[in-house]
């Protein structure tokens, strides 16, 4: 069982910077993946981007150059840097851990969410 607390939701003008963090409790198998996934009001949920127990990193196109995912293990938390922030970018976000446990199963985790509005 894991459970993840986000925090670093806010307001910010367009072309600021926040920064997300997400803590996990609870037990992280040796092949995991931590990620950031978003969803605005009328749209799908998109992966943001993600970052593997071996710090193998995927970004979504539209934020490529702008974010950076990071992870701190001795801590369980991952960590989202957004720079350059746009209108666009406003949307619920959420993070998830995949726990893998073998190449056709995985355990998903998600964290409440916290709402980013990047509005002037």
């Known amino acids: 069982q894991v459970q993840l607390v986000e925090s670093g939701g806010g307001l910010v003008q367009p072309g600021g910077s926040l920064r997300l963090s997400c803590a996990a409790s609870?037990?992280?198998?040796?092949?995991?993946?931590m990620g950031w996934y978003r969803q605005a009001p009328g749209k799908e949920r998109e992966l943001v981007a993600s970052?593997?127990?071996?710090?193998?990193?995927t970004y979504a196109d539209s934020v490529k150059g702008r974010f950076t995912i990071s992870r701190d293990n001795a801590k369980n938390t991952v960590y989202l840097q957004m720079n350059s922030l746009e209108p666009a970018d406003t949307a619920v976000y959420s993070c998830?851990?995949?726990?893998?446990?073998?190449?056709?199963?995985?355990?998903?985790?998600w964290g409440q969410g916290t709402q980013i509005t990047v509005s002037s």
């Open positions: 970052i593997t127990s071996d710090g193998t990193t």
């Open positions: 609870g037990k992280l198998f040796s092949i995991n993946t």
């Open positions: 998830n851990v995949k726990n893998h446990v073998y190449a056709t199963l995985s355990f998903n985790y």
